[in-house]
């Protein structure tokens, strides 16, 4: 849209911020070329009855009457949903509340953090089998819980379908508040002292300083990860594959896996690429006008 | 050892045809990775090494989500390997069509591989308009019923020696406490062992109809409903599995917590590591001991399409390599499948496996369902079943009618 | 310039003891000398420690089950402490275990992932520090369109883009080279890291920048001058997340290089991602947590980083 500015004429109008714009280069190659590019492609083909390669043969809305016939699409968006929910409010409560406990000046500060973070940087793949072991019922917490004897504990998410999302909701967590935190604590330690100071002055209970004053000064580090959580969500599938890969049944089923499995095992490109369409378009509903508000409106200094 | 001078004679009598004219650095791409696996792919590179030229290996684990889109990316990229393993099947039928693969009809011509192959299928699926584009390695069969003698013992039944059998005893298996069929949580272990209960029910007839022919009707029709009613009664033995991988679920049949397992020949691997004897301390019935058949699935190598010449020739030289007798016998045994040709001794076999040699040379065979179905309806087949197998509110009839309505969509 | 020093010392001034004495003052509320064992210690400690139990569980059982030998592994107790140690797992995830016909482990990969991830990450940072910069401060026509794209862009699941990226780093003539990667890993790290530098930038106090802009001072020379000395926290979460990306990605290492470039990460799939044939369970443990040794060092590392930067970062308001 820099182009824009063309049309009205004055010369320094398109040098002003020139370097800012010559930087910006590498961003909008990316965003219009690979993201935008990559987006009508996908849409493109998903209008085609592309297999295994990618082919301009077109079927209308075949792929997209078939998706939402589909029982596992429909399962997966509900799954979706729930998990999305849930693992946005958990993640955000939680990595606050610990980011907040981290900055109460405690000993082993480093310690404790790296032990909350180190999930983040182990591969999936088996971790996702170590907590398959640990809600198993016949080795994992359960069989421990009984064997102390309370013989009638039940803890078995990953093997009932009505539990299952939140039996991965639990890896998830396990994996992914550590960053929360961590992008809470960079947030909290901008905080000036002296507002901690006033608000003692003031009398002010440490739990509403937090509430009142401190929530809305990290605005921009909420946003930051609400936008990292929520994109999260919307990928998720190496949990699921290491966990349940969908099951039992299909009962675990999310709309990223949908979209790979019938990618790359099905062959069936032209499904994949409808599914990811439709979640691309819902995110764009609820994306696009927020960012707007949130980015445009010339709010920030220019 | 008899094998050995027998390969050895067979190496010297059958010439390398193009011998070792031009020396090339091929890369080969497999998802051979498991130990087993990966000593039968030295196997091959041995032979081909021996060759004079040299091949490098490209393994990347995870056939289906992994591996496949990797190989397809690097030959739609202009940057291709210069062989790669598919299931042999349909999996590359596009990139044929797109010219990116090679012929090989020229290469099978001076090597009679339409004589020496068999079952003939296996060479169909390599066929596209007349011209053959991969060369078969192995054959896998999906058709076994692996059961733990010790936990048949323990529930105080007779190892059951066909399916009805199994069925009967499994009341007494769940009294003792086991559970009496093990189906893992993925879901391609469920559409598997649906399978594999057609051809033991409905017979061989019935399944070429539904899955070759794609007959909606046969589908929806009574031996199918038996079919389904025999699913049935798996999903109720199956019950209490708790496992994913079909390998922790055969860990439940070696340690007897599981009456028995429905997988492929891939499974004896398992018992043979934890020291099982076929036999004493485990059971196998092809065909679930009903319909003594066997599906001829398996892997087979295809060429990208190369523009270095000495590649191309060196291609040539690794398609006849794969498919030389001793290299066949050398790469099956350490495999444990089956190999493509009926003229080499595999002496060193199991009793299970002489089981599958017999089977196949009788001839009682079939085509896997990957070679008659697209990847598309066989995966749509797994969500079915993976579906009915977890979920026992639905009911039999409810899952045949959408298991017609795949069929009719399948290509 | 001037201010800023000026500023920090002040910073530094109110209370200088924090540095020293964690203790002594903990939290921005230390009322009175506190005893270690004050009820308000027992629950932060007491709630940290069980926290960290929670963390650390699974850890203890991979470390557990990759100390074990198979046939214990076998016998089912994930819980149980190896009757027998062996470290023969971990000697085999690092240097033995096969992936096809190579058998040398892990530590195949290892120097290639050092290769692709140290220039991602740098490129990577580099360029999303200085959009975001650029967005924060030097807004211009449009830049807001492309970068709520960038957003969206986000939220793509990187297999979809696959194929249309082979073919975009065909056409430039990149496609399986270690450059092709760096595109790659830059491309699909710049939504969340410009977005993280535009919003931490955004939040600095505006009168730096202003009184910058009065000096004379041009965009690269705030960049450099300004904004960079004093956005460490922020510069070490952005590498938290690059270098745990990058060295954990697998996909982009094998569908945009070739065979020699191959990252550790490969080696990994290999190691526990095998189809048929039997299931190393020590070993699949063991190579995790080494490949997972060196984002768990960075972490550790920048930790200190991360506080040092927090004390420094303290001038803004």
């Known amino acids: 849209m820099a182009g824009h500015t063309r049309g009205s004429g004055r010369p320094n109008q398109w040098l002003r911020n020139l370097n800012a714009k010559l930087a910006s280069i590498p961003m909008i190659l990316t965003a219009v070329v690979i993201f935008l590019g990559g987006t009508v492609w996908t849409v493109v083909y998903s209008f085609t009855n592309s297999k295994l390669l990618p082919r301009l043969s077109f079927v209308g809305l075949d792929q997209y009457e078939r998706l939402w016939a589909a029982p596992r699409w429909l399962i997966s968006v509900q799954n979706l949903v729930i998990y999305g929910f849930f693992s946005l409010i958990f993640s955000l409560v939680i990595g606050f509340l610990l980011a907040a406990l981290m900055d109460q000046k405690?000993?082993?500060?480093?310690?404790?953090?790296t032990i909350m973070l180190y999930p983040f940087a182990l591969s999936f793949i088996v971790t996702g089998l170590v907590w398959q072991w640990l809600l198993n019922p016949e080795y994992g917490i359960q069989s421990v819980v009984r064997s102390l004897g309370w013989t009638s504990f039940a803890f078995d998410p990953l093997y009932n379908s009505n539990i299952v999302i939140y039996g991965i909701l639990i890896a998830a967590l396990w994996q992914g508040t550590g960053l929360v935190m961590c992008l809470m604590l960079a947030g909290l330690r901008g905080i000036d002292e002296d507002i901690w100071k006033a608000a003692r002055v003031d009398g002010i209970p440490m739990w509403k300083t937090y509430l009142l004053v401190i929530i809305p000064m990290m605005r921009g580090v909420f946003i930051t990860t609400l936008v990292i959580i929520a994109s999260g969500i919307v990928k998720v599938y190496d949990l699921v594959v290491a966990q349940t890969s969908g099951g039992p049944g299909i009962a675990s089923e999310?709309?990223?896996?949908?979209?790979?499995?019938?990618?790359?095992?099905?062959?069936?490109?032209?499904?994949?690429f409808a599914a990811s369409t439709m979640m691309l378009v819902t995110v764009a509903i609820i994306i696009v006008p927020w960012a707007y508000l949130e980015f445009g409106g010339g709010r920030k200094r220019a | 050892m008899n094998l050995r001078s027998f390969a050895a004679a067979l190496a010297v009598t059958v010439a390398l045809p193009l011998g070792a004219a031009s020396a090339a650095d091929l890369e080969v791409t497999h998802w051979w990775t498991s130990g087993g696996e990966a000593a039968a792919v030295a196997e091959l590179a041995k032979a081909f090494d021996a060759t004079g030229n040299h091949w490098v290996d490209g393994a990347i684990a995870g056939s289906g989500g992994t591996a496949r889109p990797i190989m397809v990316s690097r030959i739609t990229g202009g940057d291709p390997m210069a062989a790669t393993q598919f299931n042999h099947g349909r999996q590359a039928e596009e990139l044929v069509e797109a010219g990116l693969m090679r012929?090989?009809?020229?290469?099978?011509?001076?090597?009679?591989?339409?004589?020496?192959?068999?079952?003939?299928?296996?060479?169909?699926?390599?066929?596209?308009?007349?011209?053959?584009?991969?060369?078969?390695?192995?054959?896998?069969s999906w058709q076994w019923l692996w059961l733990s003698n010790a936990a048949f013992k323990q529930a105080g039944v007779d190892v059951p020696k066909n399916w009805d059998e199994f069925v009967a005893a499994a009341p007494a298996l769940e009294k003792?406490?086991?559970?009496?069929?093990?189906?893992?949580?993925?879901?391609?272990?469920?559409?598997?062992?649906?399978?594999?209960l057609m051809v033991?029910?409905?017979?061989?007839?019935?399944?070429?109809?539904?899955?070759?022919?794609?007959?909606?009707?046969?589908?929806?029709?009574?031996?199918?409903?038996?079919?389904?009613?025999?699913?049935?009664?798996?999903?109720?033995?199956?019950?209490?599995?708790?496992?994913?991988?079909?390998?922790q679920a055969t860990n439940m049949v070696i340690t007897g917590k599981a009456g028995g397992q429905i997988m492929g020949d891939w499974a004896q691997g398992e018992f043979q590591l934890a020291g099982q004897k076929a036999g004493t301390d485990y059971t196998c019935l092809p065909g679930l001991g009903v319909n003594e058949v066997i599906s001829t699935g398996g892997d087979a190598f295809y060429f990208p399409l190369l523009k270095d010449e000495e590649k191309s020739k060196a291609q040539e030289v690794l398609a006849s390599t794969l498919l030389n007798p001793a290299t066949q016998v050398a790469f099956n045994l350490k495999k444990g499948s089956l190999p493509v040709r009926g003229d080499v001794d595999l002496a060193a076999a199991n009793d299970c496996m002489k089981k599958g040699l017999d089977i196949l040379a009788k001839g009682n065979v079939i085509q896997g369902t990957d070679q008659l179905l697209s990847a598309d309806s066989q995966k749509q087949k797994e969500d079915l079943f993976s579906e009915f197998f977890a979920n026992p509110s639905m009911t039999p009839e409810d899952a045949q009618k959408r298991f017609a309505d795949i069929i009719a969509s399948a290509d | 310039m001037p201010e800023i020093v000026a500023f920090n010392a002040i910073a530094a001034g109110i209370e200088p003891e924090a540095e020293k004495d964690p203790v002594a003052l903990s939290g921005p509320w230390g009322r009175k000398p506190r005893r270690a064992l004050s009820p308000r210690n027992i629950i932060i400690y007491g709630t940290l420690i069980v926290v960290a139990l929670y963390y650390l569980l699974p850890l203890y059982v991979m470390v557990m089950t990759s100390l074990k030998g198979m046939p214990e592994i076998r016998l089912g107790n994930i819980f149980a402490p190896p009757l027998e140690i062996t470290f023969e797992p971990w000697a085999k995830a690092w240097s033995s275990a096969c992936t096809g016909l190579n058998c040398d482990g892990l530590s195949r990969g290892f120097w290639n992932s050092v290769r692709i991830t140290v220039p991602s990450t740098i490129v990577?940072?580099?360029?999303?520090?200085?959009?975001?910069?650029?967005?924060?401060?030097?807004?211009?026509?449009?830049?807001?369109?492309?970068?709520?794209?960038?957003?969206?862009?986000?939220?793509?699941?990187?297999?979809?883009?696959?194929?249309?990226?082979?073919?975009?780093?065909?056409?430039l003539g990149v496609y399986g080279s270690l450059t092709g990667l760096i595109i790659v890993h830059t491309i699909f790290g710049m939504p969340i890291l410009t977005l993280l530098f535009r919003n931490y930038f955004a939040g600095l106090p505006e009168e730096l920048f202003k009184a910058a802009r009065?000096?004379?001072?041009?965009?690269?020379?705030?960049?450099?001058?300004?904004m960079l000395p004093m956005s460490m926290p922020i510069f070490v979460v952005a590498m938290i997340l690059q270098v745990t990306g990058i060295w954990n990605d697998f996909l982009f290492g094998v569908v945009f290089t070739r065979p020699e470039y191959y990252p550790m990460t490969v080696?990994?799939?290999?190691?526990?991602?095998?189809?048929?044939?039997?299931?190393e369970y020590n070993v699949n443990m063991a190579a995790t947590i080494l490949t997972g040794a060196v984002p768990l060092i960075v972490y550790f590392v920048s930790g200190r980083l991360f506080v040092r930067g927090i004390a420094a970062g303290a001038v803004k308001g």
């Open chain 2, 176 to 196: 003792a406490g086991i559970v009496p069929l093990a189906v893992g949580g993925q879901p391609w272990q469920a559409a598997g062992a649906f399978d594999v």
């Open chain 2, 200 to 247: 033991a029910i409905a017979g061989k007839d019935t399944f070429q109809k539904v899955f070759g022919d794609k007959d909606e009707e046969a589908a929806a029709g009574p031996e199918i409903a038996k079919v389904f009613k025999a699913a049935d009664d798996a999903r109720r033995m199956s019950k209490g599995t708790n496992v994913q991988d079909w390998n």
């Open chain 1, 106 to 113: 405690i000993r082993f500060e480093n310690t404790f953090r």
């Open chain 2, 103 to 140: 012929d090989l009809t020229d290469i099978a011509t001076k090597e009679k591989w339409t004589e020496i192959i068999k079952p003939a299928s296996l060479l169909d699926s390599c066929t596209i308009d007349g011209k053959i584009y991969c060369a078969p390695v192995n054959i896998h």
């Open chain 1, 254 to 272: 999310v709309p990223a896996k949908y979209v790979y499995d019938y990618m790359f095992q099905a062959q069936n490109l032209g499904q994949g």
């Open chain 3, 124 to 171: 990577s940072i580099a360029i999303a520090s200085v959009n975001g910069y650029a967005l924060a401060n030097w807004r211009f026509k449009g830049a807001d369109l492309f970068f709520t794209i960038l957003i969206v862009g986000a939220f793509i699941p990187y297999q979809v883009m696959i194929y249309p990226i082979v073919i975009v780093l065909r056409e």
């Open chain 3, 267 to 279: 080696q990994l799939n290999n190691i526990v991602n095998s189809v048929q044939g039997v299931k």
């Open chain 3, 214 to 226: 009065v000096d004379g001072a041009g965009f690269w020379t705030i960049y450099f001058r300004i």
